[in-house]
Structure formats: structure tokens, C-alpha cells
């Protein structure tokens, strides 16, 4: 399966311990499914005035196929997703008994929802009622760099107008 990552850089040989903490699914290296999702984070407003690269790899990771692989999926924004992503966010290992991690973003269709429940200014139930109504895009998250070795391989770098 072809999957993408977008930045400012070529990255040929991704690594997990790069990214910035308390993110949705831990520290790792994220990818996407979607080219379109992927094209908007390289083109984001942090990034202007800098390249605009489309990171395209190839994932040949099949979560049955690999019992070894800790794996979790969340398939849409439900409770185990909210309390998963903001554990993540309020420093909270969460994501530490895991190598794979996948499911919703929360972009910014859903920030401000998370971000009110989490500081105690929405109830759960509300939060819920209103992550109910919007549908996931999908990130994937690798925490382990042997999982990453294993099942990525680097395609190409595309440059975005």
C-alpha cells in the first residue's frame, strides 16, 4: 500500500525518535493513506516560504500477518479515540505498550472539541455527541524504528507546487 508523508524534507530513511511529544498517538513517525491529507500538512502555514515535499513510501505492514506487532486501531472518533489522543496530549505515555498506531487525526474539524473536553469545559458526553457527526481522516503512527525498518520502504519525493 502506497502511503505519504508531508514536510519540508526528503525523507529517505524516516526515523521515530524525530518527532515532537504529546502528539494524537505518541511520538513516532505519521503517515497517511490519503495523498490529499498528506499534501495539506507539507503545504501548511508553518511551512511557508519553505519546500513543500510529498514523501511517498511503500507500507507492506498487514497487522494480521504480524501477531509480533502491538498494533491498535481506532476506526472512528469514539471514546477509547478521545481518551487515547488526549492522555497523548497531556504528556501521558498512552501509546507506550505499542509499535503501530492508527485512526482519526484530530485536525481541525475536531481540535477545538478535544481541546474544550480536555481542559474540563466540555462534558464527555457532549464531546462524544459532537466527534460522532465527523468522519476520520487516518493517520499512522510508528513508534518502533525496527517496525518502521521493516515494513517501509522509501518510493519518492515529489516537490509540490
Request: proline content about 7%; charged content about 30%; aromatic content about 8%.
Given at each position: 500500500m502506497r502511503i505519504f508523508h508531508g514536510s519540508t524534507l526528503r525523507i529517505e530513511t524516516p526515523r521515530v525518535d524525530a518527532g515532537r511529544r504529546n502528539l494524537d498517538f505518541?511520538?513516532?513517525?505519521?503517515?497517511?493513506?490519503?495523498?490529499?491529507?498528506?499534501?495539506?500538512?507539507a503545504r501548511r502555514p508553518?511551512?511557508?516560504?519553505?519546500?513543500?515535499?510529498l514523501n511517498v513510501y511503500e507500507w507492506s505492514f498487514d497487522p494480521s500477518a504480524a501477531p509480533d506487532v502491538r498494533y491498535r486501531r481506532f476506526p472512528e472518533y469514539d471514546e477509547a479515540w478521545l481518551d487515547f489522543v488526549v492522555a497523548n496530549r497531556r504528556?501521558?505515555?498512552?501509546?507506550k505498550d505499542?509499535?503501530?498506531?492508527?485512526?482519526?487525526?484530530?485536525?481541525?474539524?475536531?481540535?477545538?472539541?478535544i481541546e474544550l473536553f480536555a481542559a474540563g469545559l466540555t462534558p464527555?458526553?457532549?464531546?462524544?455527541?459532537?466527534l460522532r457527526y465527523e468522519r476520520?481522516?487516518?493517520?499512522?503512527c510508528i513508534l518502533d524504528q525496527s517496525i518502521l525498518d521493516r515494513f517501509l520502504r522509501f518510493v519518492e519525493a515529489i516537490e509540490l507546487p
Open positions: 505518541g511520538p513516532g513517525f505519521y503517515l497517511t493513506d490519503l495523498r490529499e491529507q498528506a499534501e495539506r500538512w508553518a511551512n511557508a516560504g519553505k519546500p513543500h515535499i504528556g501521558e505515555p498512552a501509546w505499542l509499535d503501530v498506531v492508527e485512526g482519526g487525526i484530530a485536525n481541525d474539524r475536531v481540535f477545538n472539541t464527555r458526553e457532549d464531546t462524544l455527541k459532537k476520520p481522516n487516518n493517520q499512522i
